[in-house]
T-cell receptor
Framework: GAGVSQSPRYKVAKRGQDVALRCDPISGHVSLFWYQQALGQGPEFLTYFQNEAQLDKSGLPSDRFFAERPEGSVSTLKIQRTQQEDSAVYLC????????????FGPGTRLTVL | AQSVTQLGSHVSVSEGALVLLRCNYSSSVPPYLFWYVQYPNQGLQLLLKYTTGATLVKGINGFEAEFKKSETSFHLTKPSAHMSDAAEYFCAVIHGSSNTGKLIFGQGTTLQVKP
């Protein structure tokens, strides 16, 4: 079956622009996670949704970062007034339930801020 | 705070040799432990995981890992390396009392396999 998909795969933005990154999780998966992976680093947690509820946003680095999952399926990560330090790969993962359940990752969106 | 330490950012082995990638974690309660592999320009793929039960866990592509509570370790091994094993490997934990299941990753280890 289809896995987690993300779009766009690559995004170049000028500093100060707003960007929106989309994640299509595996159908029926309850949990959805966003991670940020800087070059040469491991992924770092940004935020977590259980269905449409955003239960944990402790990893969002600033109030310029905003995520939503209005119908409990597709999710969008929005970054306002992008800065160079926002350059990274943004990974989305979904899992059937929650807790220790296996997370299935998408291919990521590589964001480059010039 | 929890953390995950992967010893060695780069590991190089010859084809057919033993692969050993080290992972240590810090956690006040028994965690759930994972190894993921990442190929260039691809997402993370689960190799194996430990939640409860048998401490020796077998995964895909001939990899296995052993949870050693006394050593707070979860090292990844494979008896014989193949060229296709060259990739980035990440150890990760979920805190045992987490109600979100967020993964905490190590810095990663790049595995190079020489012919």
């Amino acid at each position: 079956g289809a896995g987690v998909s993300q779009s766009p795969r690559y995004k170049v933005a000028k500093r100060g622009q707003d960007v929106a990154l989309r994640c299509d999780p595996i159908s029926g998966h309850v949990s959805l996670f966003w991670y940020q992976q800087a070059l040469g680093q491991g992924p770092e947690f940004l935020t977590y949704f259980q269905n449409e509820a955003q239960l944990d946003k402790s990893g969002l680095p600033s109030d310029r970062f905003f995520a939503e999952r209005p119908e409990g399926s597709v999710s969008t990560l929005k970054i306002q007034r992008t800065q160079q330090e926002d350059s990274a790969v943004y990974l989305c993962a979904s899992s059937p339930l929650f807790g220790s359940d296996t997370q299935y990752f998408g291919p990521g969106t590589r964001l480059t801020v010039l | 705070a929890q953390s995950v330490t992967q010893l060695g950012s780069h590991v190089s082995v010859s084809e057919g040799a033993l692969v050993l990638l080290r992972c240590n974690y810090s956690s006040s309660v028994p965690p759930y432990l994972f190894w993921y592999v990442q190929y260039p320009n691809q997402g993370l793929q689960l190799l194996l995981k430990y939640t409860t039960g048998a401490t020796l866990v077998k995964g895909i592509n001939g990899f296995e890992a052993e949870f050693k509570k006394s050593e707070t370790s979860f090292h990844l091994t494979k008896p014989s390396a193949h060229m296709s094993d060259a990739a980035e490997y990440f150890c990760a934990v979920i805190h045992g009392s987490s109600n979100t299941g967020k993964l905490i990753f190590g810095q990663g280890t790049t595995l190079q396999v020489k012919p």
